[in-house]
């Protein structure tokens, strides 16, 4: 098997690699170097999906009659690994990766035309009105409620976890219109616009310390609020089918190439580090944890181009990107573990005061301490988001072995 890439593909990486080297600004690097996650601040972050969404990147998975980029799996991996080599910012995954494909799969044509130039565009920032206190993993037993008043729903209750929802415009919504029957079969997928009277976003602290307006998850409450019927996805009570559809999007995301800039990350700290009187990477114990490492994320990556060759032929992602999720979580959270092993002691000061954005503190150590642990502890929540990993099993479990 021949697994090099092609000339064209090569002119390909070029391309990809010169988009960085224009876009990605000394100011981005500054600002994500600080930053215990990949998202800039809402402004930066919306000058850079503007940025792809110029050079006709936005939403590089759709089909291409509604703006997609037609890429091979060849050239998705490319783009993946040079965006993530160079550490480039990645995607608000809400509008782009989530909602949009329920859009063109379940949408009618004038939601088509409504929404997805603004989402491709980045008008819109949108986020995801999933879950809530008490029906997280039991999705489907949520009970924020929306009852019908002649051509518009009334929403009342209140969605947790909502990742970025303090930036949002809009809100896509699982929301109660029946109790009867099946609990599945009573829920419908709304999209709900932010400014609309009766919505309140409350911030939730979390243990990372990072205050409003830089915190990354909110509630969002719901107070009578006046929800226009057309802005409903598909047929009432079957948005459990279209929630279902937009989570395999959600999990079959790219994992393999930010993990392998990961190690890569690993290695060049353990080259640094000192061990027993010489560089941590001349110890095979760790060079051993490397090389696990290194063997699992080429699985991953098999497994992330065998779902891009099925989107290409115009399949859906299915049940395999719940196995795509738990591996690519897991290695990521390994990665990350490691990164702090091969730090040591720097691994253990909270550098609230460099990290703040715009401070001029020094660091205590290398410039590339202080952000570690703050990811390790913030990437413990990819095991969750999305399904938990434990509930990734029980789907793998059913619908791939059929037990
Ligand atoms: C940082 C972060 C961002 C998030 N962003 C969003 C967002 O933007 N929008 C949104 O809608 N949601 C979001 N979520 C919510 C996320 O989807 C839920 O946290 C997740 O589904 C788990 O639900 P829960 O928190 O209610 O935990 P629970 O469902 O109470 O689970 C608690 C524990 O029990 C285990 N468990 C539960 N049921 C089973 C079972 N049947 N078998 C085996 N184990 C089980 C779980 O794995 C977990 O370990 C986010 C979560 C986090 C942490």
């Not at 890439?5 to 600004?25: G, H, L, M, N």
């Not at 993946?80 to 494909?101: D, L, N, Q």
């Not at 999933?130 to 949520?142: I, T, W």
């Amino acid at each position: 098997m021949d697994l090099s890439f092609s000339p064209a593909e090569e002119s390909f990486r070029a391309e990809v690699k010169e988009f960085i080297d224009k876009e990605f600004t000394a100011d981005m690097q500054d600002v994500l170097k600080k930053s215990p996650t990949n998202y800039l601040d809402p402004e930066r972050q919306r000058i850079w999906q503007k940025a792809l969404y110029e050079q006709g990147w936005a939403a590089p998975k759709w089909p291409v009659e509604h703006g997609g980029t037609g890429w091979t799996a060849a050239e998705h991996y490319i783009y993946e690994t040079e965006i993530s080599k160079a550490g480039a910012p990645r995607p608000i995954a809400f509008g782009a990766r989530m909602v949009g494909p329920v859009i063109i799969q379940f949408g009618r044509p004038d939601q088509k035309e409504r929404f997805l130039p603004r989402i491709l565009a980045f008008d819109d920032w949108w986020c995801q009105g999933y879950s809530e206190p008490g029906s997280g993993s039991d999705l489907a037993s949520l009970s924020t409620r929306a009852v019908r008043d002649g051509d518009h729903y009334v929403v009342n209750g209140s969605k947790i976890w909502t990742t970025l929802a303090q930036h949002a415009d809009w809100i896509f919504c699982l929301v109660r219109t029946s109790t009867e029957g099946k609990r599945q079969e009573g829920i419908s997928f709304l999209l709900i616009d932010m400014n609309t009277p009766g919505i309140r976003v409350e911030p939730i602290v979390l243990i990372d310390g990072e205050q409003p307006p830089h915190h990354e998850v909110n509630q969002v409450f719901f107070d009578d609020v006046r929800v226009p019927v057309e802005n409903r996805i598909g047929e009432e009570n079957q948005g459990w089918t279209y929630a279902k559809y937009l989570l395999e999007f959600e999990r079959g995301g790219s994992y393999g190439a930010s993990i392998r800039s990961g190690i890569e990350k690993v290695r060049y700290i353990a080259s640094q580090e000192n061990s027993n009187g010489r560089p941590l990477i001349e110890e095979p114990d760790f060079r051993t944890k490397i090389a696990r490492l290194e063997m699992e994320v080429r699985a991953v990556e098999i497994s992330e181009l065998r779902i891009l060759g099925a989107l290409g032929a115009g399949e859906r992602p299915g049940a395999e990107s719940s196995v795509l999720k738990m591996r690519g979580t897991e290695l990521g959270q390994a990665v990350t573990e490691l990164t702090m092993q091969a730090l040591g002691y720097y691994a253990q000061p909270h550098e609230i005061e460099y990290l703040t954005p715009g401070s001029n503190v020094e660091p205590l150590g290398p410039e590339y301490a202080p952000t570690v642990t703050p990811r390790y502890f913030n990437y413990r929540k990819a095991s969750i988001y999305g399904g938990s990993n434990e509930i990734q099993h029980n789907i793998i479990a059913k619908l791939i072995l059929g037990l």
